[in-house]
């Protein structure tokens, strides 16, 4: 079954540090595109962070240069790095795939998602 | 911020109709750029439901019909049943931002 699994969620205090991993099955990550979806309590999806070819990597402002998403094909994830973290980082966050190589296309599998809490 | 604005809810009887808008911009819809819909549940993955504006996923039914015009595009859903109840979010790419942009969310209920 081809699915994704996030884990690595928790509570961190303010100005600390979380890995996000994201398992992928029934596929290989090193030949697909892959993005970091956010959803804050009670508000809608926002994108964190994408993962084109190779190491061709893009971020929205508000998580640049204290987010980095990475692949590891050994272990057939994708990661997260979050640092810095602050109390609007606070959200479920879902891994999900580029459903073809063209960048503007649709993510068309999906995780559960993890839930990050930054609270002191 | 959410660039793509939705009705935040919809409601139907059971075997209606509903349509759900998702009104954007030059920079995103405007500009060429496809959009997706995808249904979500809370607690669950969110599941592709339309993409390239008016395609389906293998699987989905096709009560579900998308439709793209200027700078908007629409999700209806035809035969509405109980199982549809769920949260429905467009999404496409903007050029303006540099980056992906989802729509404000649209709560479906059937009455």
């Known amino acids: 079954e081809v699915q994704l699994v996030e884990s690595g969620g928790g509570l961190i205090r303010p100005g600390g540090s979380l890995r996000l991993s994201c398992a992928a099955s029934?596929?290989?990550?090193?030949?697909?595109?892959f993005i970091w979806v956010r959803q804050a309590p009670g508000k809608g999806l926002e994108w964190v962070s994408v993962l084109y070819s190779g190491a061709s990597t893009y971020y929205p402002d508000s998580v640049k240069g204290r987010f980095t998403i990475s692949r590891d094909n050994s272990k057939n994830t994708l990661d997260l790095q979050m640092n810095s973290l602050r109390a609007d980082d606070t959200a479920l966050y879902y891994c999900?795939?580029?459903?073809?190589?063209?960048?503007?296309?649709?993510?068309?599998?999906w995780g559960r998602g993890t839930m990050v809490t930054v609270s002191s | 911020q959410s660039v793509l604005t939705q009705p935040p809810s919809v409601s139907g009887a059971p075997g209606q109709r509903v349509t759900i808008s998702c009104t954007g911009s030059s920079s995103n819809i405007g500009a060429g750029y496809d959009i997706h819909w995808y249904r979500h549940l809370p607690g669950t993955a969110p599941k592709l439901l339309i993409y390239g504006n008016t395609n389906r996923p293998s699987g989905v039914p096709d009560r579900f019909t998308g439709s793209k015009s200027d700078t908007s595009a629409s999700l209806a859903i035809t035969g509405l049943q109980a199982e549809d109840e769920a949260d429905y979010y467009c999404q496409s790419y903007d050029n303006g931002l540099s980056g992906y942009v989802f729509g404000t969310g649209t709560r479906v209920t059937v009455l």
């Open positions: 029934g596929f290989t990550v090193s030949s697909s595109y």
């Open positions: 999900a795939r580029l459903r073809s190589g063209w960048y503007s296309d649709a993510f068309d599998i």
